[in-house]
């Protein structure tokens, strides 16, 4: 029997899958060469391009556009899910300021610049929105997972403000392009517009958060992965309803994440796992298909304007933006700087720089690739040198290594006690102590102790030395002693 033709279908899924897998294969390397791993996949994606190695003609703008929208949900969502609500609390205000104001006058002062390099009013004001907010993937990448540990109120601020500020520069952006398409000057319902969308994503974000935790507290599945299954319908329900009810789906599907993730959850530990996948999934394809839209040749003709609109972001209106708006709020001087410097663009611009060209106003694509210039110079530069300006600034918090060994408890029932992890450090109230001495209560107990690359049964007369990282269960009313004999929690 003859082999059948290749469809379509298949050669898709071939391509996709060797391009993701190029992607993840090369990233540790990108790494080490301090390339951010964003920057990589777009890399990627150029490179299988029409122009190209492999000449893939891809230019469907709205299906980009679609799947970028459901990725930086999913992103964000995720991030949502793994903010404690004490950061939240820590660094909310200076974050809300950076997130709505700063996004403005980041646009503005961006626009000024476009202005005078030539552009139109008109052009020069889209160009400032669509770039004006970091971007949440960029930024939660870095401080997540590159091993980077910030001072708490700094780190802090960054990831809520690139987690809140995305609703900022959409609204900012359909404003733009709804001028340019009516030919009318933004008017008072633009900023009436901006406080209704905010206002109803937040309501309607931690609505959904809210009712999906009792949901899954009440949800008695027949499989364990079921339960990220519905936590993705959350996530996407939180998105479509607030969209569908002219708020911004994009704040709500963040502080959906957050509302749920600090709630007891049944299955927490697999939920986590299949939305951190989900989380990076989402950022490899979302990346390989915008780098798939860009036209290289395109690229070279405007990359004057964009290196310079880049360079002006990174140096200029960032840097100007964020002291300004710290300064009440009495930011280290150290700490103002990094948080001007580390402003990273991402896969958002890029999204939202599809929105004129799907509106059909004239002109836009050349827009399209001034944005992916700008973007690449502020993912390479502050993204190359971050881990060297945490250092040289004296920024780095001094955290424990992480344990060899994680212990997890996995239950689609939602448990009363509480497993708690903490590092014995030479200066820790029981280093040195023997289990049996220690005035557990009575429903606590140590359950294991890693120490370097072993894992020790703890028993009566097993010493705790400094360097051991301690599994202590122990129940919800007995936390404060817990901790009160062994110090602060490790974060998981």
């Known amino acids: 029997m003859p082999a059948a033709e290749p ?6 899924l071939l391509t996709l899958g060797v391009l993701m897998a190029t992607s993840v294969l090369f990233s540790r390397a990108a790494g080490r060469t301090g390339i951010p791993v964003a920057l990589l996949f777009l890399i990627v994606g150029m490179l299988a391009g029409e122009e190209g190695l492999l000449g893939i003609r891809f230019t469907d703008f709205q299906f980009a556009f679609r799947i970028g929208n459901a990725a930086l949900v999913l992103i964000l969502f995720d ?15 200076p974050a809300l300021v950076l997130a709505t104001v700063g996004v403005v006058g980041t646009a503005g002062l961006l626009a000024l610049g476009a202005r005078l390099l030539g552009f139109e009013w008109s052009i020069a004001f889209l160009v400032g929105a669509i770039v004006s907010s970091t971007d949440a993937a960029a930024v939660f990448t870095m401080l997540r997972s590159s091993g980077i540990h910030l001072k708490k109120r700094l780190g802090t601020t960054l990831e809520l403000e690139s987690g809140l500020n995305d609703p900022m520069a959409v609204i900012l952006t359909m ?29 309607l974000g931690i609505g959904i958060g809210v009712a999906g935790r009792h949901l899954l507290a009440r949800a008695k599945l027949s ?55 989900l989380a990076w999934l989402s950022q490899i394809v979302m990346f390989l298909l915008l780098g798939l839209l860009v036209t290289p040749h395109e690229l070279l003709e405007v990359a004057v304007p964009g290196l310079a609109l880049g360079l002006l972001l990174a140096f200029v209106c960032r840097p100007v933006v964020i002291a300004s708006l710290l300064a009440p709020f009495h930011f280290p001087r150290n700490e103002v700087i990094y948080a001007s410097w580390v402003g990273l663009r991402g896969a958002v611009p890029i999204i939202l720089s599809t929105i004129p060209i799907l509106a059909g106003v004239p002109g836009t694509e050349r827009v399209f690739h ?123």
């Not at 599907?253 to 049944?266: D, E, H, Q, R, V």
Request: proline share 7%; glycine share 10%.
């Open 79 to 93: 991030g949502g899910l793994n903010t404690p609500i004490a950061s939240v609390r820590r660094g909310i205000r």
């Open 175 to 203: 404003a733009a392009t709804t001028a340019l398409v009516s030919h009318e000057p933004l008017g008072w319902r633009a900023v009436a517009d901006v406080f209704i969308q905010l206002a109803m994503g937040t309501v």
């Open 370 to 492: 001034i944005i992916f210039f700008i973007v690449v110079v502020n993912a390479f530069l502050p993204g190359a040198t971050v881990k060297w300006a945490t250092r040289k600034l004296g920024l780095e918090a001094h955290e424990p290594p992480p344990p060899a060994a994680v212990l997890e408890i996995s239950s689609t029932q939602i448990l009363s006690g509480d497993v708690m992890s903490f590092y014995i450090d030479e200066s820790s109230a029981v280093a040195g102590s023997v289990i049996a001495d220690l005035p557990f209560p009575e429903g606590a107990a140590v359950m294991l102790v890693v120490r370097g690359n072993e894992m020790i049964a703890p028993k009566g007369q097993t010493r705790l030395e400094p360097g051991d990282h301690v599994y202590v269960f122990c129940q919800p009313d007995d936390r404060p002693f817990v901790q009160l004999m062994f110090g602060r929690p490790e974060e998981s």
């Open 223 to 277: 499989a364990s992965g079921m339960y990220a299954v519905l936590t993705v319908a959350i996530a996407f329900i939180a998105f479509g309803t607030t969209t569908l009810l002219w708020g911004s789906g994009i704040l709500a599907a963040y502080l959906s994440g957050i509302a749920l993730g600090n709630g007891k959850l049944p299955y927490r530990s697999g939920i986590t796992r299949v939305h951190d996948s």
């Open 7 to 12: 469809t379509p279908t298949a050669l898709l």
